[in-house]
């Protein structure tokens, strides 16, 4: 009878760890196996939440099913000098941002300031204008300055805000995009994965957002790529950016662990959910003071 109390009085601690072995293997089971960007847009074959998921991105951008708003102007600190390192994980390549760039965005409707902590590129667009699929995509990856890291806001509902810019290809070298075709040039990025390599010098993000960007669509999605959290909060650039040919033939070049040419995701049903388009009101000198104060106090205070 001891024995058998024994055992009852330890069952909610053996349920606890079956619990957290069962959530382990199926974050393994996403993030470790094997998955890649599929051709077919009625077949993807992602689990947890990629499949089950009512909040997934991308999605396709129709102008009928918008709403309509003005928000304050969407400011971009320290957006003009960033420093990164890139990384080839078989999927994509990441430029992760030196957190000491104390790079951010705030205000244009967002409720909190939110750190830049990553850029990503797609080659071929994720989300579609009008039923157009553009060449690249640029995610902007931020996270909550509520919370300590990316990692940390990755479990949380209002954790990442990602901006999202389309480009088009035009016979002209972007020179902005220079320091990131450079990186992608690198052996260790273009032909070999997991490897980190720092880009020759300072990228200007600056630059390479749409010379109008103070109309952006703003819906709540998901994360791209396993485990497809629906954590983002999205803002979509209406206006596009551009690079040349030459440039984007550097992306589709870069190897990835399945061999596509692609690296894009279908886009994905909006169930029910409100797009808006939203207009930023003109960054006055006054204003954007304010806001470079009020940015500069969050990081201070968060650093902590």
């Known amino acids: 009878f001891e024995v058998l109390q024994s055992v009852w009085c330890a069952m909610p601690s ?23 960007h599929s051709e077919d847009p009625k077949f993807e074959g992602w689990r947890g939440t990629c499949s089950t998921g009512r909040y997934q991105s991308p999605i396709s951008i ?16 320290n957006y003009n000098n960033i420093t990164t390192t890139i990384c080839n994980n078989g999927h994509s390549v990441l430029f992760k941002v030196d957190q000491s760039c104390e790079a951010a965005i705030v205000a244009g409707g967002l409720k909190n300031p939110y750190i830049l902590d990553e850029v990503g590129f ?15 995509e ?17 479990c949380r509902s209002d954790g990442l805000a990602i901006i999202a810019v389309l480009f088009c290809a035009s016979l002209e070298d972007n020179v902005y995009f220079n320091p990131i075709i450079s990186a992608l ?3 260790y990025i273009y032909g070999s994965f997991g490897n980190m390599s720092t880009v020759p010098g300072p990228i200007d993000l600056q630059q390479l957002l749409p010379f109008e960007s103070q109309r952006f669509f703003r819906y709540q999605g998901s994360l791209t790529t ?6 983002v909060t999205w803002t979509v650039m209406e206006h596009v950016s551009y690079l040349s040919k030459r440039q984007l033939q550097r992306f589709c070049k870069v190897r990835t662990k399945t061999g596509g040419k ?16 939203l207009t930023g009101g003109q960054l006055q000198n006054s204003v954007h003071g304010a806001v470079i104060v009020f940015i500069s106090i ?7």
């Open 262 to 277: 692609t690296n894009f995701r279908w886009p994905k049903p909006l169930n029910n959910r409100k797009v808006y388009l």
């Open 138 to 154: 640029m995610h902007l990856i931020h996270y909550n300055s509520l919370y300590d890291s990316k990692e940390t806001a990755l």
């Open 14 to 36: 053996i349920l606890l760890l079956l619990a957290l072995l069962f959530t382990e293997y199926e974050i393994r089971q996403v993030y470790c196996g094997s998955w890649k």
């Open 226 to 231: 396993p485990p497809c959290s629906e954590i």
């Open 62 to 77: 129709i102008y009928k099913n918008l709403w309509y708003s003005k928000v304050p102007p969407l400011a971009f600190i």
């Open 122 to 136: 797609h080659w071929g667009s994720e989300h579609t204008l009008k039923d157009k699929r553009y060449p690249l």
């Open 185 to 187: 040039e690198n052996e």
């Open 298 to 304: 969050q990081i201070i205070l968060f650093s902590f």
